[in-house]
């Protein structure tokens, strides 16, 4: 097996984690001894073991680490935070080669985790799938080196390119099996959001029903207050900001946000930074998407245009260039869009 199957492996392993890491990476870990497997190991939760802790507990012979190598997608960490430092860890147990994928854009480690590797006298190689951990943990990198969640926009439009009726209406543009990949979506990230209107006429819970998987936190634009505090996104099941020009104030799982009018995007995705939530599933409406759309605050958009016409109505946001993919979904096209342009 070369260092890249066996990447390929960790990068397997790493995704087992996906719901329930952030805002930490996702990890995996491999140790092998004489082209033989003999530990792995994920992140599996946030605040617990990392990979390299899990994959070395998971070896029953600890005196063969000594003559192995340990295959992680991400630098080991160097830092005391709700774990011990792995990389302090690798060294203790005299592993004498480690293969990583990516460098760790974390301020805290950036470096440092290789470098006690090194002096400790370990071989390490570093780059290999480099791109393809990225991708994997590119919510992860957004959040450490734009200082913003990663960003992602959805709505469901009709044939005819319109997200919801005059009367702001919506229910039901996609069907069953899109609105139950959604939900999967939803255990994905760490939080989502609407505005006004949306949560008005759609009165949604915006949590995960048709699937297994943590709820987000959710995240609610009123501006003025408008939204009566009987609507399900008041109700307290799970934690909910509403960012908003009057007031600031907390009770229990709910929060209101005071933030100024000028730059209110920028100053809400800079609130969300320092509350350490490294991701957003934004799911409209059609303003709120567009005004992600034309500040270029966005990383991917997943469409679904689905065989319903409305013939008039609302119309759907207008994206800049062309999707990179398109699924079919059991008659729904999905309509999938990277960002390349952020931050350019």
Not at 9 to 18: E, W
Not at 177 to 196: D, F, N, P
Not at 314 to 321: C, E, G, H, R, T
Request: hydrophobic share 40%; net charge neutral.
């Amino acid at each position: 097996m070369s260092d890249t199957d066996l990447m390929q492996r960790v990068l397997q392993l790493a995704t087992l984690g996906t719901g329930s890491v952030a805002p930490n990476p996702l990890v995996g870990c491999v140790i092998v001894y004489q082209d033989r497997i003999i530990g792995e190991g994920w992140h599996k939760e946030y605040g617990k073991s990392h990979a390299e802790v899990n994959a070395i507990a998971s070896v029953t012979h600890l005196e063969l680490l000594a003559d192995s190598t340990l295959y992680v997608n991400l630098e080991p960490c160097s830092h005391f935070g709700k774990t011990p430092p792995c990389a302090n860890l690798i060294v203790e147990k005299k592993i004498p080669r480690v293969v990583i994928a990516n460098l760790d854009s974390n301020p805290l480690v950036a470096g440092r985790g290789v470098q006690i590797l090194k002096n400790a006298g370990i071989e390490v190689k570093v780059g290999v799938l480099e791109q393809e951990a990225r991708y994997l943990n590119r919510r992860f990198f957004t959040f450490m080196e734009k200082k913003r969640p990663y960003i992602i926009l959805k709505w469901a439009e009709t044939a005819d390119g319109f997200i919801a009726r005059k009367d702001f209406s919506s229910k039901w543009i996609s069907n069953i099996h899109s609105r139950t990949l959604v939900h999967k979506w939803r255990s994905e990230e760490q939080a989502i959001m609407i505005g006004t209107n949306t949560a008005y006429y759609d009165n949604p819970q915006l949590n995960v029903r048709e699937w297994i998987g943590r709820n987000p936190i959710r995240i609610l634009i009123d501006k003025n207050l408008n939204l009566p505090l009987t609507h399900h996104i008041f109700d307290g099941s799970q934690p909910t900001f509403c960012y908003n020009l009057q007031k600031s104030e907390t009770s229990a799982n709910l929060h209101f946000i005071r933030l100024d009018k000028d730059f209110f995007l920028e100053n809400l995705l800079q609130d969300l930074f320092e509350r350490k939530v490294q991701s957003v599933l934004v799911e409209g409406g059609a303003k709120l998407l567009q005004s992600f759309i034309e500040k270029n605050l966005w990383d991917e958009a997943r469409v679904f245009v689905s065989q319903v016409r409305f013939e008039e109505g609302i119309s759907a946001p207008k994206l800049p260039f062309s999707a990179k993919k398109v699924q079919d979904v059991q008659g729904d096209k999905l309509f999938l869009y990277e960002n390349h342009f952020v931050g350019k």
